[in-house]
């Protein structure tokens, strides 16, 4: 996944927003709400391209961080979960270098970490699972973000078309947490073609095509002469 992370001003940021993150009020703490509710509505949008705003979340957290007392962790339970589907990887952990050691140990806090690591090393059958476990009552801890699924299958899709060239269809409905059904109506939508054994070809990519390498070696002539010098006297 990809590990640059950008500051650019997302298109959907409002004026009021923008001028608040770039002015001398960025960090009053009586601006906490208007970014909070900025916050809401950016996990109200299930659009993957205009609902993370990086730098709007980071000031909120330094907010937090400047006045513990108006701290809201179900706020920061919301802002890690949109970094955690960022296309940038290194978004999850801006934020959590803003977060103290207690914050981290609360249980949703804590749940993220696990989920994290288990997307960093593309254990991502141990992710589903992990995410929504056995237990039907247990609220999730990505309640309340619309398109979370669909982000995260974006972004591990973009994984698989990065790294193999054929793939079973199998295979990659437990990536995704498909039936392979709807793995093979995924495939259809993306033009990949599949056969009759259930394999899905790539497309060629930069990143998923095998190039042979050639590895040379140069010895200058002196150096040569050296080593069978040395070789002679053994």
């Given at each position: 996944m990809a590990s640059t992370t950008s500051?650019?001003?997302?298109?959907?940021?409002p004026d009021e927003i923008h001028s608040l993150l770039t002015g001398v009020e960025r960090y009053n703490p009586q601006k906490i709400g208007l970014l909070e509710a900025y916050l809401a509505h950016q996990c109200a949008n299930p659009d993957p391209a205009t609902n993370h705003d990086l730098m709007a979340n980071l000031a909120l957290l330094k907010m937090y961080q400047f006045n513990p007392a108006m701290l809201d962790l179900d706020v920061v339970r919301r802002v890690l979960v949109k970094a955690l589907i960022s296309s940038s990887q290194g978004d999850f952990n801006l934020c959590l270098y803003l977060l103290s050691d207690d914050i981290c140990k609360d249980a949703s806090v804590a749940k993220l970490l696990v989920l994290r690591d288990y997307l960093e090393k593309a254990e991502f059958d141990k992710f589903w699972s992990e995410m929504?476990?056995?237990?039907?009552?247990?609220?999730?801890?990505?309640d309340g973000i619309a398109g979370f699924d669909s982000g995260l299958r974006r972004l591990i899709l973009a994984e698989v078309t990065s790294t193999y060239q054929t793939i079973q269809a199998k295979l990659v409905g437990t990536m995704v947490n498909l039936d392979e059904?709807?793995?093979?109506?995924?495939?259809?939508?993306h033009g990949w073609s599949v056969d009759a054994?259930?394999?899905i070809s790539l497309p060629l990519r930069a990143e998923n095509e095998?190039?042979?390498?050639?590895?040379?070696e140069s010895v200058k002539f002196e150096h040569l002469t050296k080593l069978l010098s040395a070789a002679n006297d053994m």
């Amino acid at each position: 996944m990809a590990s640059t992370t950008s500051f650019a001003r997302p298109s959907t940021r409002p004026d009021e927003i923008h001028s608040l993150l770039t002015g001398v009020e960025r960090y009053n703490p009586q601006k906490i709400g208007l970014l909070e509710a900025y916050l809401a509505h950016q996990c109200a949008n299930p659009d993957p391209a205009t609902n993370h705003d990086l730098m709007a979340n980071l000031a909120l957290l330094k907010m937090y961080q400047f006045n513990p007392a108006m701290l809201d962790l179900d706020v920061v339970r919301r802002v890690l979960v949109k970094a955690l589907i960022s296309s940038s990887q290194g978004d999850f952990n801006l934020c959590l270098y803003l977060l103290s050691d207690d914050i981290c140990k609360d249980a949703s806090v804590a749940k993220l970490l696990v989920l994290r690591d288990y997307l960093e090393k593309a254990e991502f059958d141990k992710f589903w699972s992990e995410m929504y476990g056995d237990d039907d009552d247990e609220e999730s801890v990505v309640d309340g973000i619309a398109g979370f699924d669909s982000g995260l299958r974006r972004l591990i899709l973009a994984e698989v078309t990065s790294t193999y060239q054929t793939i079973q269809a199998k295979l990659v409905g437990t990536m995704v947490n498909l039936d392979e059904e709807a793995v093979l109506r995924l495939a259809k939508e993306h033009g990949w073609s599949v056969d009759a054994a259930g394999v899905i070809s790539l497309p060629l990519r930069a990143e998923n095509e095998a190039k042979a390498t050639v590895i040379s070696e140069s010895v200058k002539f002196e150096h040569l002469t050296k080593l069978l010098s040395a070789a002679n006297d053994m």
